[in-house]
């Protein structure tokens, strides 16, 4: 309620009077890491850190915004030569350029938005950004006639023709489809997907970020990406997502040692998704925390994404007894996810943070996070 009143009170001071209110969420991964790209499966959901925006049409071809959070402005029109210099602004006329592209009808609308999704965890704020406004023109403009995989899609081409990250579908798609208490299982091929309650008594999930980020001198997902298609094309394969490990070693004395390890991890990620699907719906929650942990291992040994400063956390993770721990995204720093019996919550969280500061010399930050819903308007 606090974002909506800062944000409220900012659109009447800007624009005058009121308009509707929108939201859409960050979300989170338990486990299927760089499974995307090879045709696998993830895991995501969307969670309780949003971004929120009060959105009125105004009558103009004519597009202004005000970010809360940045204290800034930004005005534009809705033709391509019409984009506006600013980062942050470019995600939301991305939006409006790709609906029209479709055939969607965009006006001029005056907004005002703000967010708490923490930036740098690796919880996706600009995809909340995107299904924010996304799902508000579709809303405002198009009567929601745009279906809700094409929201995803306008998102993702925003991010790939005008924001300059060539991302997956992953982010815009847990976004959109979330849904409170589940987690969406997603093949990345073929897009189909389902839903897994995920409301785990006694149980927290919880990110720990390392606040670091190592700068690299090379290309490593690029890199890491080549030798999973090379493993591929040996095995006459479109992807990994239907090779097995037994196609694997049948190949393993023609193949480099690095390109073995990528496709080893990448094998074994899609069927630990799998695995704990299969967990989840059996209540066996102790299977799911050690699948979380072999994906550690495997992104830390196998795949090579890890640092120092995330296996720390992962050990310490472990030495407090906290039921799965495991790097969530791309690795190289950010953050681990935690699936953390309650009665040793408190105290997990108290020593990590020492510990780490020990080491490091900062604390890492902590975020408690609850599987929330997507992309939706704020009725009152």
Not at 231 to 237: I, M
Not at 260 to 289: H, P, Q, W, Y
Request: proline letters at 2%.
């Amino acid at each position: 309620m606090e974002l909506k009143n800062k944000i409220s009170e900012a659109f009447a001071s800007h624009f005058g009077g009121e308009g509707t209110f929108y939201t859409s969420a960050g979300r989170i991964n338990l486990i299927g890491e760089h499974t995307d790209y090879n045709g696998g499966f993830v895991f995501p959901g969307a969670i309780d850190k949003v971004i929120m925006a009060e959105i009125r049409p105004n009558g103009t071809e004519k597009v202004n915004l005000y970010s809360v959070d940045l204290n800034d402005s930004a005005s534009f029109g809705l033709n391509e030569a019409d984009a506006p210099s600013q980062q942050w602004a470019r995600y939301i006329f991305g939006v409006c350029r790709e609906t029209i592209k479709r055939g969607g009808s965009v006006k001029g609308f005056d907004a005002v938005f703000a967010g708490n999704v923490p930036l740098g965890a690796g919880l996706s704020s600009s995809a909340a950004l995107e299904s924010c406004f996304a799902f508000a023109i579709n809303d405002l403009f198009n009567d929601n006639t745009i279906d809700k995989f094409e929201l995803a899609k306008i998102g993702q081409s925003t991010e790939h023709n005008y924001c300059g990250v060539n991302c997956g579908i992953m982010d815009q798609f847990a976004s959109v489809f979330g849904k409170k208490d589940c987690l969406i299982r997603l093949d990345c091929r073929s897009l189909e997907y389902e839903y897994f309650p995920f409301k785990i008594d006694g149980y927290k999930l919880v990110l720990v970020d390392s606040v670091v980020k190592h700068e690299l001198v090379d290309s490593p997902y690029n890199k890491r990406r080549e030798s999973c298609e090379r493993v591929a094309k040996r095995l006459g394969l479109e992807t990994l997502r239907d090779a097995d490990m037994e196609m694997l070693d049948a190949v393993k004395a023609d193949i480099s040692a690095e390109d073995n390890m990528r496709a080893r991890f990448v094998i074994g990620e899609k069927e630990r998704v799998l695995g704990v699907c299969d967990s989840l719906n059996r209540g066996d929650i102790a299977t799911v925390g050690r699948l979380m942990y072999e994906t550690h291992e495997g992104l830390s040994k196998d795949y090579e994404v890890s640092c120092e400063e995330l296996d720390f956390l992962n050990d310490v993770a472990k030495e407090c007894g906290v039921t799965g721990s495991r790097i969530m995204g791309g690795g190289f720093g950010g953050c681990t996810i935690n699936l953390v019996p309650n009665e040793i919550h408190d105290k997990f969280i108290e020593t990590v943070t020492a510990k780490f500061n020990e080491r490091y010399g900062h604390e890492p930050k902590i975020y408690d996070v609850v599987i929330s819903d997507g992309a939706r308007r704020l009725d009152d």
